[in-house]
Every structure is written in structure tokens, then in C-alpha cells.
T-cell receptor, first 115, second 115 residues
């Protein structure tokens, strides 16, 4: 089956620093990738949708300058949390969708803790 | 607007008992429906999906779900639960279009298993 990986699985950083999270589709080409955020005991909230080679589309209320998304290739998307603060601590999950498929394949998630 | 409602926040059932998790959706067109399971600190695992055809869908781990258009429901069932089924369960609807596609998640139902 389709596999999506995320790196790192956990990251702890100091307030004010930037953190980059990678999302890779390992055995298929992902024309569209999605980034979600999940706070403890809550559901997944879509942050943004990125299509390879174009700018990401952000959901309402998500700061595009704070959460930078790059989808430079068909197998890699990155989420950079800039100037991270404790309130950005969360579980970030990516997913990927291949062209013509009505299904997303989810990565294992990245736990971000900002001190 | 599209939405997914999971009315039960937390359910506890005895091991070996049957299970039904409720899900209602709101979507103007024919929905693509999913059930995912998430163990603590882990990513999402797809249990089953409905795109079209037979309204009773079989999934992994002995789960099944029935799409009822008249009730806008997609309830998840299992005839006999195991202790390993304790997890968070998310119902989701896929919204696909030429300009945007996304998955909208319900708020989740936490399943506990009583020994």
C-alpha cells in the first residue's frame, strides 16, 4: 500500500526558533499534500493544501507567514513553523493524495513541543 | 457547508460485546466516507471507506460500516470488540472538486474496553 513518512517524529525546540517537518510519499507520486494539526484530545484540523509546484492554499485562520509550506517535488512537502511559540505545540500530521485517487494516505505524525 | 458529527465523545464497552459508533454527515453531493482509527501518539489508520456501490462496507480488523443516505449516516460496527480496539475513532467525509479537495473529520469518539 501507499506509504507516507514524516520526519522528525518528535521535536523539542526553544521559543522563537523555527522548525521544519518533512512529509514524503515513499512509493507514489503525490500531486497534492495536506497538513493537519491536532491538539490533545481533539480532532484533526486541516491547515493547508499544497499542490506540487504551486503555492499552498491555507484554511481560514491559519497564518501563512507562520506556517510555511513548500511542495517542491512530487514526493516531498515541508512545513516550517517559524518563530515557534508554546501555543504552537501540537501533533502535526501530513497526508498525500495521488492524481486521480479519492483517498489520502496519512503520515505517522510529528509531535512538536515548544518550550 | 460540509460537516461530520460524531455525537458520542466517549464510549465504554465490555470485551466481547458488540460496538456501534455513530457518524452523521452533511454534504450536498454523494459523499466519500471514511473511518479512521488512531492509537495514542500515533498517526491514522484507515479502517474502511465508502465511495459507491454496496452500502455495507467491510473493513480491516473485523469492522464494517453502513451508508444510509436517507439518514445521512455512516455508522461503524463490530460484532465483538477486543481489548486492542481501544483507541480514538474518527469519521470523515471527503470533499472532492476540481479546485479543491479535502477530508473533513468528525470530533472523534474515544473507545474504552472494559475487561
Amino acid at each position: 500500500g501507499a506509504v507516507v513518512s514524516q520526519h522528525p517524529s518528535r521535536v523539542i525546540c526553544k521559543s522563537g526558533t523555527s522548525v521544519k517537518i518533512e512529509c514524503r510519499s515513499l512509493d507514489f507520486q503525490a500531486t497534492t499534500m495536506f497538513w493537519y494539526r491536532q491538539f490533545p484530545k481533539q480532532s484533526l484540523m486541516l491547515m493547508a493544501t499544497s499542490n506540487e509546484g504551486s503555492k499552498a492554499t491555507y484554511e481560514q485562520g491559519v497564518e501563512k507567514d507562520k506556517f510555511l509550506i513548500n511542495h517542491a517535488s512530487l514526493t516531498l512537502s515541508t512545513l516550517t513553523v517559524t518563530s515557534a511559540h508554546p501555543e504552537d505545540s501540537s501533533f502535526y500530521i501530513c497526508s498525500a493524495r495521488a492524481t486521480g485517487y479519492n483517498e489520502q494516505f496519512f503520515g505517522p505524525g510529528t509531535r512538536l513541543t515548544v518550550l | 457547508a460540509q460537516s461530520v458529527t460524531q455525537p458520542d465523545i466517549h464510549i465504554t464497552v465490555s470485551e466481547g460485546a458488540s460496538l456501534e459508533l455513530r457518524c452523521n454527515y452533511s454534504y450536498g453531493a454523494t459523499p466519500y466516507l471514511f473511518w479512521y482509527v488512531q492509537s495514542p501518539g500515533q498517526g491514522l489508520q484507515l479502517l474502511l471507506k465508502y465511495f459507491s456501490g454496496d452500502t455495507l462496507v467491510q473493513g480491516i480488523k473485523g469492522f464494517e460500516a453502513e451508508f444510509k443516505r436517507s439518514q445521512s449516516s455512516f455508522n461503524l460496527r463490530k460484532p465483538s470488540v477486543h481489548w486492542s480496539d481501544a483507541a480514538e475513532y474518527f469519521c470523515a467525509v471527503g470533499v472532492w472538486g476540481s479546485s479543491a479537495s479535502k477530508i473533513i473529520f468528525g470530533s472523534g469518539t474515544r473507545l474504552s474496553i472494559r475487561p
